[in-house]
């Protein structure tokens, strides 16, 4: 089984009008809603990949309601813990230049009571070789120690985490015993506290110091530039794609689902490369709101182009 842990999950609404402008009215042109939250996009796509998961985390009020009716639409399991505020409302404006403003919402406040009803849920499910997925922010609320504390859990089912997260959640989740990172070139240097133009070498080179008896696979995306899929004894080099950009939210979550498949499913490194490559890549052809197409990926994934450093 994959588990998906979303913390602070939401409702995503994609706006699109002709011209933001400022201290006026601004007409929405057309509007688009999806469930969102980095572990629940996992979970999206590995329902195209026909893998089944299950999502946990905080969900609350009506807002909440709508992701668990979305989730049940797409046959995708979930027991989340129900929190007593409403989940978050993201808004994203693109204007006809594609340009992108995004205004957040902080999430709901999550009680210590909450936190241990998500680790009980997760101690009952996690089984020995499953795949436990902590990706994204959390509430405010909730300390920056969770996903250490949730990775210590995995350990003694012996099972295996991938971390994708950003800030102190990246920094104090690699305390804890993390199997895989994903990190994009700005999360690390930040980490590293490395200005973004570093170059790749030394980003390789430090990158291996953080391989530890637990942390066995570090991929690093480098968004257009392609990727970088480092073990402590050989490094792969992906070419990016060449494809048409809709839009790249979700890329990453994408691209995640296909590391969690190869690893579950035990397939050998160069075919999870090639796979989550093209999930990714399928990511950011297709429209918000829409799903990855499997026939897409399959398309792509002969495309992928790699090699050993």
Known sequence: MIITVTLNPAIDKTSYIDKLKINSLNRINKLKIE???K??????????LNEESICLGFIGGYTG???????DLLDIKHSFTNVKENTRVNLKIFDNNFNLT???EPGPIISIDDINDLTNKLETILKKDDILILSGSASSSIDTNIYQKLSKIAFLKQSTTILDADGELLANGLKGPISVLKP???ELCTYLNLPLDTDNNTLLKLS????NENLKLIVLSLGENGSFFIMEN?????DKIDTTIVSTVGAGDAMVAGIAYGLHNNLPLVETIKLSTACATASIKKEIGKPINLDEINKIKPLVKYYKL
């Open 35 to 37: 469930i969102g939250g």
């Open 208 to 211: 291996k110091s953080l391989l």
């Open 39 to 48: 572990g629940i996009n996992v979970s999206k796509t590995l329902k195209t």
């Open 184 to 186: 994009n070139k700005f």
């Open 234 to 238: 050989e490094i792969y080099k992906v």
């Open 65 to 71: 309601n709508l992701i668990k009716e979305q989730l």
């Open 102 to 104: 995004e205004i957040n």
